[in-house]
């Protein structure tokens, strides 16, 4: 008589799940330095109807033969084309790689490019071209982000359950005379608002802005 042996799995732990992203947030809190996102609109927000076109430099012959903005320093749309330029203004903690500044020769001359690898909370989505803002007035422009996310072996495992850090990106310093220095705020407020400190998160409704879903609806996984 032969007999079946069966395996045992265990059941999903959720809470095990929340407490190792809570830990994860908390050191980003502790150690991180506060930050001002810059969530710019895309070509899939307009395309869900999301977000209307630029009226000041996406009307004109230009824009709609090439489909982009006519003027890289609109002040209405930042270069994107889509109104307001940017979906969210939000301030998270993040915690940067420490980078020196660097000669680099070009067809164009000398450059003096910096790069560094930063890594913030999960609760958000971030694109190539979005910026980051930091207190010491720099404005960086962020490439294409890694993810980092649990997995239990229990189903997909999405940014908004699971995602531990999402926002692993590098990030390259703006020149002065890029459009990043016209979105607000201007650079001695933006020093004075990511300067806050205090035993406990401080407060950045003043400066916030959230005009669609931080983690799109058509990008949940």
Known sequence: MSTVRGEYVRSKQAWAVDQERLRHSQALHMLGENVLFCLLWTARDYENQLVGLCTVCASDRISKAYGQASRNKCPSCFGT??????????????VFTDADDSQSFTARGVVTPQEVHLETTSDFRVHSGDY??????????????????????????????????????????????????????ATEPLIEILSRTGHTPPSFDDIEVIRAPLIPLYEQD
Do not use: K, W
């Not at 307001?84 to 301030?91: E, F, H, S």
């Not at 995602?163 to 020149?175: F, H, I, Q």
């Open 81 to 94: 084309r889509f109104e307001g330029g940017y979906r969210a203004l939000i301030v998270r903690p993040a």
């Open 132 to 185: 980051a803002m930091r207190a010491t007035g720099e404005r960086l422009q962020l490439r294409a982000p890694q993810r980092t996310t649990l997995r239990t072996g229990f189903g997909t495992p999405y940014q908004r359950e699971a995602g531990t850090a999402y926002n692993l990106a590098r990030a390259a310093v703006e020149d002065e005379d890029s459009v990043a220095y016209l979105i607000p705020p």
